[in-house]
C-alpha cells in the first residue's frame, strides 16, 4: 500500500511543519524537532490512509467488534469472525465516489468470495437495506449486503464515505482508507494475500 503510505506522510508532515512552526521559538529548536518527530514517525507508521488514521505497529492489541445485519436479519459480530481477514466498504447509493469504485470492488469480492479466511461487508450507511439492495441487483453487483446493527466503536465510525476497513486476523484495524480507491491494484491483492497468509 506504498501509495496511500505516502500520500499520508505528506499530509501528515505538512500539519506537523505547521504544528513546530508555531510552538517552536527558534530555528534551531525547529529543525530538530521535525527530525524527532519525522523519524518517530517512519518508526511507528504501518499502513494509513490519504485522509486521517494513524495505524502504528507497535499499538498494543486491541481487537474491534461491532454488528452487522444483513436482509434475512441474520446478524454477524466481528468478534466471531476471529481468526479471519475482513473486508468493510461503507457506503451509499447517492455517493459518487462509491459508485465509482464499485465495479474495482465487485472484481475484487469475485476473486477472493471462495477463499475460506477472508469475509466481505458492504455496509449500506443509510439504514435503507432495500434501496442499497435494488442499487446492487440493478448494477448486477453480487457484493454481501449488510447494515449497521448498533453503533459503530469510534475506531471505525467516519464521517466520509466510502469508507473501507480491513481487519486483520487477531481482530485489529490494519488498514482504515477513506475515499475511493483502485480495488484492481496488484499492490492491494499483494496485501491482502500477505494477510491471508500470515
Known sequence: MNILKKSWLFCSFALLTLTVNITCGNAENKESSEQEETSELSKNTDVSTEESTDIKEEQPFKPINASFVDGDKNVVELSEL??????????????????????ALNRLYDK????ENIEFLFVEVDDDYKKAEDFLVKNKYTLPLYSIKGDLPMEMASNAIPTTIIIDGRGEINIKHL???????????KHIDNLLHK
Not at 88 to 100: G, K, L, Q, R, V
Request: with cysteine; net charge negative.
Open 179 to 189: 475515499g475511493a480507491a483502485d480495488y484492481d491494484d496488484p499492490e492491494i491483492h
Open 82 to 103: 476471529r481468526g479471519k481477514v475482513v473486508f468493510i466498504n461503507m457506503w451509499a447509493t447517492w455517493c459518487p465516489p462509491c459508485i465509482e469504485e464499485m465495479p
Open 112 to 115: 477472493y468470495k471462495d477463499e
